[in-house]
């Protein structure tokens, strides 16, 4: 277990997420984990650092997010959510919200290209 992967665990999650998962520049080609778009070579995307709960135990292990994913998943995570851990795509999510809470955000645009 790494030094920053290093953090109580206490097995109520099969994803865990770090907390020092990061915004950045990648290095490398990477496929967002959300919406499965190809990220290239210093396209800004989130880093996911994270504990896998698996029948072999707890791993360490990383996944990208694009910039636009990375939004929608840190405003719900900010709401309380455990977004950044959930398969399903940050737009399933927010599907999901709006469904629940009845949160429509055209109501407000609607509104003013009537006014
Ligand atoms: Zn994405």
């Known amino acids: 277990?790494?030094?920053?992967?290093?953090?109580?665990?206490?097995?109520?999650?099969d994803v865990y997420v770090c907390p020092d998962s990061?915004?950045?520049?990648?290095?490398?080609?990477?496929?967002?984990?959300?919406c499965r778009k190809k990220m290239q070579p210093g396209e800004m995307a989130r880093r996911v650092n994270l504990h896998v709960n698996d029948e072999d135990?707890?791993?360490?292990?990383?996944?990208?997010?694009?910039?636009?994913?990375?939004?929608i998943i840190e405003t719900l995570e900010n709401l309380?959510?455990?977004?950044?851990?959930?398969?399903?795509?940050?737009?399933?999510?927010?599907?999901?919200?709006q469904d629940y809470t009845g949160f429509d955000p055209k109501k407000y645009t609607r509104e003013e290209s009537n006014a």
């Open 22 to 34: 990061d915004l950045h520049a990648l290095t490398k080609h990477c496929k967002c984990r959300s």
């Open 80 to 97: 309380g959510y455990n977004a950044y851990g959930s398969d399903d795509s940050a737009q399933d999510l927010l599907n999901d919200y």
């Open 57 to 71: 135990g707890v791993k360490c292990g990383e996944w990208f997010l694009c910039e636009a994913c990375d939004e």
């Open 1 to 13: 277990m790494s030094l920053a992967c290093a953090y109580d665990y206490d097995g109520d999650y």
